[in-house]
């Protein structure tokens, strides 16, 4: 590798998951719709000669304010144990000084996978300056073993396959945590009024999804794969994608809204208080259908599917944050993972 080089690697977070919670190992089976957003998620690295440099490894996490060194030789996961544990996972040459910034423009516990997108953006960067290189797939299923066998934590596989493919996406689990990605090909002017509808709005108050699922997880019983509430999550996964591809933004929003209701008989702690103010806010402004993103739970962010009145909308959004909710600014991502 010719040094110094700088590489660049985004990744898109993800939205409107319907049939999130069937691709995880307790549901054994599953199947996700979910749309890939930006702001992207944006790593950058720079390599130079090790050669008088001190530090081999420094991380800039931009959206906390934190510079630390990483020895790759002996990983301490204090720090960020997630980007951590993607410097140890990677084959980084011995001739290098690395230079690692990250940032996101969404906010850290929002529910819309952007640990997955850092861990998918980080991997790709760092892929680039190591020999042999890896699928988009590929990265993503690395970047889901940091969380669940690295780091022994609760994950499905939709985040990061989302952030590796990007567009609007069906997915398919066979069996945990084995799946296919189909990209849904929609018209032109589709994509655009489906951009132009989508709401998302942050709550305010990280959670951890993955304390979510354990408690979840304890209430499923001892065969979590035929829960009720699970098996519907799969056929309304169905149902959204037929919605799409049928040009019907109606039945895509009360597909959204009818997973909001099985997320919430699933575990009651899984749509909070404020996912329930935001709802009525939007049922008064005639939205179509809501969702509430990723694992739910405390804070987090909740999909909006207008109705089309691009007046209306406004006067939802300014009517939220007048009651202190924040308004996330979305386009769909075309692609998913990129590096340069």
């Not at 319907?18 to 992207?40: E, R």
Request: hydrophobic share 40%.
């Amino acid at each position: 590798m010719k040094l110094p080089v700088t590489v660049n690697a985004v990744a898109p977070i993800r939205v409107c998951d319907i049939g999130g919670w069937t691709d995880t190992w307790y549901s054994v089976h599953g199947a996700v719709f979910h749309i890939a957003v930006y702001p992207y998620v944006e790593v950058q690295v720079h390599a130079v000669p090790r050669d008088g440099v001190s530090d081999r490894i420094v991380i800039t996490a931009e959206n906390y304010g934190e510079r630390f060194t990483v020895d790759p030789g002996r990983i301490a996961y204090d720090q960020h144990p997630l980007l951590e544990a993607a410097l140890e996972v990677m084959a980084l040459p011995d001739e290098a000084a690395f230079s690692i910034n990250i940032y996101s423009e969404a906010p850290p516990g929002a529910a819309t996978g952007t640990s997955a997108a850092v861990s998918v953006a980080l991997l790709g960067a760092l892929d680039r300056l190591t020999s042999g290189r890896l699928t988009p797939h590929e990265v993503a299923y690395l970047a889901h073993s940091l969380e669940t066998d690295k780091l022994g934590l609760q994950s499905g596989i939709q985040d990061q396959l989302c952030s590796a493919y990007g567009g609007v996406n069906f997915l398919e689990m066979q069996r945990f945590p084995h799946a296919t990605v189909s990209q849904l090909h929609l018209p032109d002017p589709l994509w655009w009024e489906l951009e132009q509808r989508l709401a998302v709005i942050y709550i305010g108050t990280p959670h951890s999804s993955s304390e979510i699922h354990q408690q979840v997880i304890a209430s499923l019983g001892d065969d979590a794969s035929q829960n009720p509430h699970l098996v519907e999550m799969r056929r309304l996964a169905k149902q959204a994608k037929d919605a799409v591809l049928e040009e019907d933004l109606p039945a895509l929003g009360d597909v959204m809204s009818r997973n909001t209701e099985q997320q919430r008989q699933l575990h009651p702690s899984l749509v909070c208080e404020q996912a329930e103010e935001i709802i009525a806010v939007g049922k008064e402004f005639r939205t179509l259908g809501h969702k509430v993103n990723g694992a739910g739970g405390d804070g987090g962010s909740i999909t909006l599917l207008c109705d089309g009145d691009r007046s209306r909308k406004r006067a939802m959004l300014a009517a939220l944050e007048a009651l202190g909710y924040r308004h996330l600014p979305l386009y769909i991502s075309r692609r998913g993972l990129r590096v340069w």
